[in-house]
């Protein structure tokens, strides 16, 4: 049976998943689940992963929902995925899930809850809370920072000193993509320090083109839909 996917392309995880699929020539079946909408409340997703919560995978009667389980578990369970996603090497995959277990802590816990508060919410049907993205703000720039000057210390262009990208690299960048929706000023502010950092999600959109782009189009209408209504904001009323 062909590998079932349940996404919402909104999701940065979810994101990460179909990436690595598409690069890797993953034969499946991509179902949506609209976030805005409610859909992962309903008793049907519920069956496929109790926490309601995207992405999540069928593969026969087996089923997996957090994202670096998936991950992890699509490296290993097809063939052709390349060794660089994941490494057979035990010591490099150790050094892989320690920045997998950091992210959920730190960039995760900075970048989706900033974004959230201050653009997405209204989506969600959620109040902006001020006071949660100014904590989270403090997180996420740590957290950059910290990218910048250990898990990206190195030759290679990519995490851990990679040549090559690899599962924390696509799920990394995945996570700060989310920064496209921000106002072009916080953007800029709070990414525009961390050149290294910069460079590093190119590299990672370079090795996963054309999928990357492909993936993130749902993210780039979101983010000119958002910087129109900004504008129809801030336009001069006319007297």
């Not at 097809?78 to 996603?85: I, K, M, Y």
């Amino acid at each position: 049976m062909k590998l079932k996917v349940y996404v919402d392309r909104m999701s940065q995880p979810s994101r990460a998943v179909l990436i690595f699929c598409k690069v890797n020539g993953i034969d499946f079946e991509e179902i949506k689940v609209e976030l805005s909408k409610r859909q992962q409340l309903s008793p049907e997703f519920r069956s496929i992963n109790p926490l309601r919560k995207v992405p999540a995978i069928v593969d026969g009667r087996f089923k997996l929902f957090e994202s670096h389980a998936i991950l992890v578990y699509l490296a290993s369970a097809f063939p052709g995925v390349a060794d660089h996603w994941y490494p057979a090497d035990l010591s490099r995959r150790a050094r892989i899930h320690s920045v997998l277990d950091w992210h959920h802590q730190n960039l995760r816990r900075g970048a989706a809850t900033f974004v959230l508060n201050t653009v997405l919410a209204p989506r969600l049907g959620l109040p902006l809370n001020q006071q949660a993205a100014t904590e989270a703000e403090k997180i996420l720039i740590s957290s950059l920072s910290t990218i910048e000057n250990i898990w990206l210390k190195g030759d290679g262009r990519y995490l851990l000193g990679g040549l090559r990208p690899s599962i924390a690299d696509l799920s990394l960048v995945c996570e700060i993509m989310q920064l496209e929706l921000l106002d072009g000023k916080d953007r800029d502010r709070i990414l525009g320090p961390h050149k290294k950092v910069q460079q590093w999600i190119e590299s990672t959109r370079n090795a996963t083109r054309p999928h990357f782009d492909e993936v993130h189009n749902v993210l780039y209408k979101v983010k000119t839909k958002l910087s129109e209504q900004r504008s129809r904001t801030t336009l001069p009323s006319k007297m």
